[in-house]
């Protein structure tokens, strides 16, 4: 019985194998993911559809941020790239930073969407002149070098180093930067809820004590009125937070600034309402004319990039640089 079957088989793989080679050769030719990826313009989204606040003052124009497409380079994707226009091919490597897992990646830039979610907010509600009491600042871990010797892992929110607590980033900068070579040093942290003891050693690089982390600042605040922002789990990075914050102060003042307008833009901030320099300006400006935005608001940084884009594609939008939020403001108020 069994030998029959196995014949039957056999003869049939015989007869059909051109046709089974070719639905391997056409799942390889889609599915198989080359070491690349591929960036092209990408669309908008609106911000202010998300913010939830008990009362707010809603706008006749739009505020949006801009975000860039992304694709894994499979053969097709990769072949498209050399064809057609904005449609970029950069090396996967080139992207992920050293030592570090495709879980850490994700996690840190969840950590950075958290982040430029807090400073929008504390910014916002400073321009705005309405209550916002900062009650905690903890340290978060967001990367860690080659170098380190710790246990510490990234997502750890340090809550004391040595027993001592700091209210700012520079303050345990210099205190790590007072301590000597092979010193040992004793975090107190929390990870998933829980209390937990890490350890971290000290060395040294170009004469300046190092433990081999990045982190950034965990506000615990209390605001008035409350918002809370709503974001996709799919959603990361800081690069919307100048957006954000505009949109969080519109809906905090009677005065719209949006004015009947459809303002796109992008651009990190920090709680004193800086902004900062984002990359992918390229796909986000073209996302944006796509979208029929009227203005663009970058980072200062990303100007003359985004200039050139315009000129060479003959972009219709209004370009504006802006180094602060109070800056974004008062030029949408004109």
């Given at each position: 019985?069994?030998?029959?079957?196995?014949?039957?088989?056999?003869?049939?793989?015989?007869?059909?194998?051109?046709?089974l080679?070719?639905?391997?050769?056409?799942?390889?030719?889609?599915?198989?993911?080359?070491?690349?990826?591929?960036?092209?313009?990408?669309?908008?989204?609106?911000?202010?559809?998300?913010?939830?606040?008990?009362?707010?003052?809603?706008s006749?124009?739009?505020?949006?941020?801009?975000?860039?497409?992304?694709?894994?380079?499979?053969?097709?994707?990769?072949?498209?790239?050399?064809?057609?226009?904005?449609?970029?091919?950069?090396?996967?490597?080139?992207?992920?930073?050293?030592?570090?897992?495709?879980d850490?990646?994700?996690?840190?830039?969840?950590?950075?969407?958290?982040?430029?979610?807090?400073?929008?907010?504390?910014?916002?509600?400073?321009?705005?002149?309405?209550?916002?009491?900062?009650?905690?600042?903890?340290?978060?871990?967001?990367?860690?070098?080659?170098?380190?010797?710790?246990?510490?892992?990234?997502?750890?929110?340090?809550?004391?180093?040595?027993?001592n607590?700091?209210?700012?980033?520079?303050?345990?900068?210099?205190y790590?930067h007072?301590?000597?070579?092979?010193?040992?040093?004793?975090?107190?942290?929390?990870?998933?809820?829980?209390?937990k003891?890490?350890?971290?050693?000290?060395?040294?690089?170009?004469?300046?004590?190092?433990?081999?982390?990045?982190?950034?600042?965990?506000?615990?605040?209390?605001?008035?009125?409350?918002?809370?922002?709503?974001?996709?789990?799919?959603?990361?990075?800081?690069?919307?937070?100048?957006?954000?914050?505009?949109?969080?102060?519109?809906?905090?003042?009677?005065?719209?600034?949006?004015?009947?307008?459809?303002?796109v833009?992008?651009?990190?901030?920090?709680?004193?309402?800086?902004?900062?320099?984002?990359?992918?300006?390229?796909?986000?400006?073209?996302?944006?004319?796509?979208?029929?935005?009227?203005?663009?608001?970058?980072?200062?940084?990303?100007?003359?990039?985004a200039?050139?884009?315009?000129?060479?594609?003959?972009?219709?939008?209004?370009?504006?640089?802006?180094?602060?939020?109070?800056?974004?403001?008062?030029?949408?108020?004109?």
């Amino acid at each position: 019985m069994f030998t029959k079957v196995y014949e039957k088989i056999k003869s049939s793989i015989k007869e059909n194998y051109k046709f089974l080679l070719s639905i391997v050769a056409l799942f390889f030719f889609f599915f198989y993911e080359l070491p690349f990826v591929i960036y092209r313009p990408g669309g908008t989204i609106d911000v202010e559809s998300r913010i939830v606040m008990e009362e707010k003052y809603s706008s006749s124009g739009s505020l949006s941020m801009a975000y860039v497409s992304m694709m894994k380079g499979n053969i097709p994707f990769v072949l498209l790239s050399f064809l057609l226009p904005n449609w970029d091919l950069v090396s996967s490597s080139s992207i992920t930073l050293e030592n570090e897992s495709v879980d850490d990646t994700i996690e840190r830039d969840r950590l950075y969407l958290e982040e430029g979610i807090d400073n929008a907010i504390i910014s916002a509600y400073h321009e705005a002149d309405k209550e916002i009491k900062i009650e905690t600042i903890h340290h978060v871990v967001t990367y860690i070098t080659k170098e380190a010797k710790t246990d510490l892992k990234v997502g750890d929110i340090i809550l004391d180093v040595n027993g001592n607590s700091f209210s700012s980033l520079e303050e345990l900068q210099q205190y790590i930067h007072s301590l000597n070579k092979e010193d040992e040093v004793t975090f107190l942290v929390e990870r998933e809820g829980k209390e937990k003891t890490c350890h971290a050693k000290i060395y040294e690089i170009e004469g300046l004590q190092k433990i081999g982390i990045s982190i950034i600042n965990k506000f615990i605040y209390q605001e008035t009125p409350e918002v809370t922002i709503e974001s996709k789990a799919s959603e990361s990075g800081s690069s919307g937070g100048l957006m954000t914050a505009l949109s969080i102060y519109n809906a905090l003042v009677s005065d719209d600034i949006t004015k009947g307008r459809k303002i796109v833009g992008t651009g990190t901030i920090d709680v004193l309402g800086n902004v900062g320099e984002i990359g992918g300006v390229k796909y986000k400006l073209l996302g944006a004319e796509k979208a029929k935005a009227d203005i663009f608001l970058c980072p200062k940084e990303n100007y003359d990039e985004a200039l050139d884009v315009k000129e060479k594609n003959h972009l219709r939008l209004e370009l504006v640089a802006v180094e602060t939020l109070k800056e974004a403001i008062a030029y949408l108020e004109k």
